[in-house]
């Protein structure tokens, strides 16, 4: 499979999702399907962590156990890491900023980035 620019997703088709208005910028519906398929499979197939729902014999617990603590400073060094790399990606994805419409694109993009990073 592979994105096409004339495809039903496509910013360049005259009516994108059958006139809906949504678009898929850079193919990250294909790319995040694949990647949510994959996990999923991989979830179904490792199950749960061990230890934590069954004791080493198979028995179920009668509570979980805690998980222990995460690091703050890696969460929000890869957040940061990814939200930088996401406003290169993202409005770079407009190709190029040629005229004042592709760059209203680039600008709204931006914007959504913004916001999908702050929900």
Avoid at 12 to 22: K, N, Q
Avoid at 46 to 64: I, S, W
Avoid at 82 to 101: E, R
């Amino acid at each position: 499979a592979y994105w096409s620019y004339n495809g039903f997703l496509s910013p360049f088709a005259a009516e994108p999702l059958w006139g809906s208005g949504v678009i898929d910028l850079a193919g990250s519906g294909p790319v995040h399907m694949c990647g949510g398929v994959a996990a999923l499979v991989m979830g179904i197939i490792l199950g749960p962590r061990r230890g934590r729902f069954y004791d080493d014999d198979g028995v179920p617990l009668e509570e979980p156990k805690a998980m222990g603590p995460h690091s703050v400073s890696l969460q929000f060094l890869g957040t940061f890491a990814l939200w930088f790399g996401w406003y290169g990606f993202n409005p770079g994805s407009t190709l190029m900023i040629s005229n004042a419409n592709i760059a209203d694109v680039a600008s709204l993009v931006a914007v959504n980035t913004t916001l999908g990073a702050a929900s």
